[in-house]
């Protein structure tokens, strides 16, 4: 991040209705997923960000490159003061096509995690 709080771009997808941007989140050791969906003369609709490790966004996203089937699902949580949140980043690639989603929503607590989704989400957007 710099010092008046942007973020670096490292690389946008942009569709008519969707986008997902990669973003430099290194000073905690990740890259940062930001996603959502727009109309034309309504502005974004549905965001959602993911922060993804090092280690495995370079799998990932080097599996990706190279055209090799991919099936990825990770699993976040916080606790904000409003209760505890899961995101869920969920990825996956044929050989014709690639798609990824997030859901954010209600936790439970568990022992062994911050968070648990309450319910395992649907990915909301596909890519093409």
Known sequence: ???????????????????????????????????GEYRRGEGAKVTAYHYLDLADARVLLADLAWGKAVDFTEYKGTDNGEGPRS?????????????????????????RARSSPLAIPRPWSTSP
Not at 90 to 108: D, E, M, Q
């Open 87 to 111: 995101r869920v980043l969920k990825s996956s690639a044929t050989v014709t096509r690639c798609g990824c989603g997030w859901r954010t929503g209600r936790a439970r607590r568990s022992e």
């Open 1 to 35: 991040m710099t010092e008046n709080g942007e973020r670096y771009r490292i690389h946008s997808h942009l569709t008519r209705t969707r986008w997902l941007h990669v973003e430099d989140a290194l000073e905690i050791g990740k890259v940062r997923l930001f996603a």
